[in-house]
């Protein structure tokens, strides 16, 4: 039976943090709320001179040198992102050439926070079938651009960052199991980034009205979050014929502690089982699981045969989680 497993994976964090004090001194706001509201105390920010591709560029060569794999290898390269260098062309062609990854086909997929879950499983159907032996996929954001840091109820919540993962076709039981998605489109205006697209094109009026930065309803994004993460991890676990007590480590989008521990405790998953960076890194959108996943497989002791589940909610609404036998 072929699957595809994961050989290497890899991260890159930007160097400079931007911890609450820091926020203090630019929006109505303190750590006291933000870290009992979030859990962040702090996150980073890339560059002025820093893109997407410059991060999953970092990310992506650390994970080639984990799995000793050439960037000459690689046939597939997906990049998860709502934050890309420009519209077009996409981020994944902007790699491709800075990685010398000659050969690959190459495209970006947005499903917001859940893109690198997506991206996983598009990339495990190309490779069962046969199509191509060997992926890469890339999951990066640069939000602190798309930030508007006059506004607090959103300034506190993000960061930068990128995860990467080097995937290939094996005669093997382990791998990129059953995954399960979801997606619903009737809540697009509650987490959105109004102008800049087709429907409302850049003009002096968007910068000015801030309609180039982020907006989000986060209340009434809280409770959906809770009950789609809820469905997805009960679902992937079922799809794959496992209980919860197979699942080794659990690794959930990072948007907000409270969040997390509400679908730990509704799924009933001990929280020693969950892994958490978001003290750290914040919300990095589709970035989060996958600097996730690399955290967990080089800091937590991840052997041969356990069982990982990836889950995530993001923009669109857009929901889904993924099982991984390491
Ligand atoms: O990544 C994918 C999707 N994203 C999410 O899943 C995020 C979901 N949402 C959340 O995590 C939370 O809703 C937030 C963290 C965004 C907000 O927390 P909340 O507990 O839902 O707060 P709230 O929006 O209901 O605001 C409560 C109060 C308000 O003041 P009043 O109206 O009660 O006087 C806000 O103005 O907190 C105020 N507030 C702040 N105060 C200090 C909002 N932001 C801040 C802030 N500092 N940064």
């Not at 598009?122 to 930030?147: D, F, I, N, P, R």
């Not at 399960?180 to 009026?205: D, R, V």
């Not at 020693?272 to 959108?285: D, L, P, R």
């Amino acid at each position: 039976m072929y699957k595809a497993r994961i050989v290497g994976t890899g991260s890159y964090l930007p160097e400079r943090v931007l911890n609450n004090s820091d926020l203090e001194k630019m929006v109505d706001t303190n750590d006291e709320w933000i870290v009992s509201r979030t859990g962040i105390r702090e996150r980073r920010i890339a560059a002025d001179n820093q893109a997407t591709s410059d991060l999953a560029l970092e990310a992506s060569k650390e994970a080639l040198a984990s799995a000793g794999i050439k960037p000459e290898e690689i046939e597939l390269l997906v990049v998860a992102t709502i934050t890309p260098d420009m519209l077009f062309p996409s981020t994944a062609c902007i790699l491709q050439a800075k990685l010398g990854a000659k050969k690959a086909v190459c495209f970006d997929l947005n499903a917001a926070c859940t893109g690198f879950i997506y991206a996983l499983s598009c990339v495990k159907q190309y490779l069962e079938m046969g199509t191509y032996k060997t992926a890469l996929v890339v999951a990066a954001e640069t939000l602190s651009k798309v930030t508007d840091w006059q506004d607090r109820n959103t300034c506190v919540l993000f960061g930068d960052g990128a995860g990467a993962a080097v995937l290939r076709r094996e005669q093997t039981e382990r791998g990129v199991m059953g995954v399960y998605l979801n997606s619903n489109g009737n809540y697009a205006e509650l987490l959105n980034m109004p102008a800049g697209g087709s429907k409302i094109p850049a003009t002096e009026n968007t910068v000015r009205e801030r309609l180039h930065f982020l907006k989000m309803k986060g209340n009434e994004v809280f409770k959906i979050a809770v009950q789609s993460m809820v469905k997805s991890a009960n679902e992937a676990v079922r799809v794959n014929n496992l209980t919860w007590d197979d699942v080794k480590f659990i690794i959930p989008h990072q948007a907000n502690t409270r969040i997390i521990n509400a679908v730990a405790k509704r799924v009933g998953v001990p929280i020693e089982k969950v892994f958490f960076n978001i003290h750290k890194y914040g919300n990095m959108s589709a970035a989060t699981t996958a600097v996730g996943l690399d955290e967990v497989v080089k800091k937590k002791g991840v052997k041969k045969g356990d069982i990982l589940e990836l889950v995530a909610f993001g923009a669109g609404f857009t929901s889904g989680a993924c099982i991984i036998r390491w």
